[in-house]
């Protein structure tokens, strides 16, 4: 087996709209290895769910992809024609997306809708299919199965459908999985028991799982490793006990310093982070977090930083050997 | 599904009754009746015609007396054609109107749809604009502007059809392309928009994300949703279509209905007048019934369940 699954090489992508072009991507470079669960966390409009759509070519209407590789099982899923492409998604990759209110079909029954997954993939009968998805419903903890599958999406809860969208995402026994705030919209109870359940999957499918949200905990909780994206660039990255024990970057510090600490009894505020995210028609020239970094030089206005470090990575001019040191900001080891 | 059956051709019938009380009294609030022209009759003459057909009767006892008549379903003589009556008359007109107007369902849902498919799926490229360029051109221009052009072309100029009547099979071809022109237009436009609409829908991704081929994902995930409003004009549409246009049949000539109930309203015959519209009412009334129940296939999410009062 190879060192990596997915390898993503300099990805752009852009979204052509009549204000001009957004650049929601801006050259990000990662590797998903196997077995392993990578977050990659984000506010709203950072990129994260934009790099895994573009990796699939999913894009909404006037997202284009403007450079990059992204390499999975020796193949360049950029480059693929559309048909060999189809021929790997819900196959060797699955998805899962953030809403299951409206990711699944309301006139097509969930039972048709995991079969058909199967059909399109595998050589199999309609009723080998069917055993299938059985199983695969029986996998994901949906109780009855076998009367469940002639159900419609709005007979369930939230919760039961995004364990639909799961059995439909490893209908084919995917290599990748590739899940999009699969929780986002769901109730913390909720909440808990999908990601346990991802993560239990994970495990005994061996699969990689790519990992998006927004949310900081559900990254401690079920990551190995994560991507800080901001701006349409990596911002930070390292393995998950390293980022929230040694932060290397002011933006991951702020963001952490916005997570409420329920053992903390000193009654410490939240610390939002002041200002916006930087409008993408328009990226600054120097760092995008700049502009609300409360350690930003003028350096940081003119010059993009590139990334320090090597096994835990951090955009910042911070981390050059001539910067000066800050105290609260962890060194990534050279 | 019997209860509710049930339920909404009870409710059918007290339309209908409304329909026909409305329709009796404000016919007979309009001044004049079917035996007053411009020739006066001698007085002798039109109180014997009156008496023949119930008229010198106070309008509540005419009211009642054709209720009587319409329950056993007897739409009564015309007044106007001694020795006619409207269920033969509507028995004579409906096989032409009918064939013309299916024909012409069968160009809008055959046509309209696969025109709204291309559009949408070209979005703002030239197949759509061509179809949307069309379908504007359709619904803009009247249908009798296009019977008369079509005419003088097709059959005056080039020869290809007769001028008029359906003996011939190719004497179908200019009425109804008049009859659905409209339709096809806006049948093609409602089914681009509402496909482009259910395009954006999430679970559009993810029919692509399981891998699907772009036919099944179009046909089997953005298809059925995007019909639903195609449907639901289609039921009103065919009612339209099949009770014929006094237009097409006055231009092509043919001996449909359509023509009867327009006639029948200058002619003031009080009978012809009711027994259409109760005609015309009762075949809406019933496809917007089957738009109903196709709802129900074309979307699990709608139930059919009885109202309760």
């Not at chain 1, 120097?286 to 030089?297: E, L």
């Not at chain 2, 015309?280 to 738009?291: E, G, K, R």
Request: with cysteine; net charge positive.
């Amino acid at each position: 087996m190879s060192e990596t699954v997915l390898s993503v090489r300099d990805l752009s992508t852009s979204f052509f709209t009549p204000r001009g072009e957004v650049q929601a991507v801006r050259g990000v470079s990662f590797d998903v290895r196997p077995g392993e669960i990578l977050g990659l966390v984000g506010e709203s409009g950072s990129g994260k769910s934009i790099t895994c759509m573009s990796v699939l070519r999913l894009l909404k209407a006037g997202g284009r992809i403007k450079s990059g590789t992204a390499t999975f099982e020796g193949q360049d899923l950029l480059s693929l024609d559309e048909d060999a492409l189809s021929d790997l998604r819900g196959n060797r990759i699955g998805v899962i997306f953030q809403d299951p209110m409206t990711a699944l079909n309301p006139t097509i029954t969930v039972g048709e809708q995991v079969i058909e997954t199967i059909l399109r993939h595998r050589r199999a009968s309609r009723a080998e299919a069917r055993a299938r998805a059985i199983e695969l419903f029986e996998l994901v903890r949906i109780p009855s199965a076998a009367t469940r599958l002639k159900s419609y999406p709005h007979e369930f809860s939230g919760g039961m459908r995004q364990r639909v969208m799961i059995a439909i995402a490893l209908a084919c026994d995917p290599q990748l999985l590739i899940a999009d705030e699969p929780t986002t919209a769901l109730d913390v109870t909720i909440q808990r028991q999908i990601l346990a359940l991802l993560k239990d999957l994970q495990q005994r499918l061996a699969m990689s799982v790519i990992l998006i949200t927004h949310d900081l905990g559900v990254i401690a909780e079920t990551a190995d490793r994560v991507l800080v994206l901001y701006g349409g660039l990596i911002m930070e990255t390292a393995p998950v006990r390293d980022l929230f024990a040694r932060p290397a970057h002011p933006y991951t510090l702020g963001l952490l310093g916005a997570v409420p600490d329920l053992r903390d009894d000193t009654h410490r505020r939240l610390t939002p982070i002041p200002g916006s995210p930087p409008d993408m028609a328009a990226p600054p020239p120097g760092c995008p977090f700049a502009p609300r970094c409360p350690h930003a030089m003028r350096q940081c206005l003119d010059a993009l930083p590139p990334l320090f470090g090597t096994a835990h990575q951090s955009r910042c001019w911070l981390h050059h050997p001539e910067a000066p040191k800050v105290a609260g900001l962890n060194e990534v080891a050279a | 599904m019997l209860g509710y059956l049930a339920q909404r051709l009870g409710m059918m019938a007290v339309t209908l009754f409304a329909i026909v009380t409305l329709t009796f009294f404000l016919m007979h609030a309009v001044p004049g009746g079917p035996f007053v022209s411009e020739r006066m009759l001698a007085p002798e003459i039109a109180a014997a015609l009156n008496a023949k057909y119930g008229l010198d009767l106070p309008v509540w006892q005419q009211y009642l007396n054709y209720l009587g008549r319409i329950a056993s379903f007897d739409l009564g003589p015309s007044f106007k054609y001694p020795g006619v009556s409207i269920n033969s008359m509507i028995a004579a007109g409906l096989p032409t109107t009918l064939r013309t107007g299916l024909l012409a369902v069968i160009c809008v849902v055959a046509l309209g749809v696969p025109l709204g498919i291309v559009a949408a799926l070209n979005r703002n490229r030239w197949p759509d604009t061509f179809v949307m360029f069309v379908a504007t051109l359709g619904v803009a221009i009247p249908s009798y502007v296009i019977a008369t052009v079509t005419l003088y072309l097709f059959a005056l100029r080039l020869g290809w059809v007769p001028t008029f009547g359906l003996d011939d099979w190719r004497g179908y071809f200019l009425p109804v392309f008049a009859l659905s022109g409209f339709w096809i237009s806006f049948v093609a436009r409602l089914t681009r928009s509402s496909l482009l609409e259910t395009l954006q829908q999430d679970y559009m991704t993810t029919a692509r994300a399981k891998g699907l081929r772009p036919g099944q994902v179009l046909f089997k995930h953005g298809l059925r949703n995007s019909l639903l409003p195609v449907v639901t004009v289609l039921g009103p549409v065919v009612a339209n279509l099949v009770t014929g246009s006094f237009v097409i049949e006055q231009i092509f000539a043919l001996p449909g209905i359509g023509r009867q109930f327009v006639l029948s309203i200058t002619n003031r015959d009080y009978t012809a007048i009711m027994g259409i519209t109760i005609f015309y009412a009762a075949i809406l009334m019933v496809m917007i019934l089957i738009v109903d129940l196709l709802y129900v296939w074309l979307d699990p999410r709608i139930k059919l369940t009885k109202a309760t009062a």
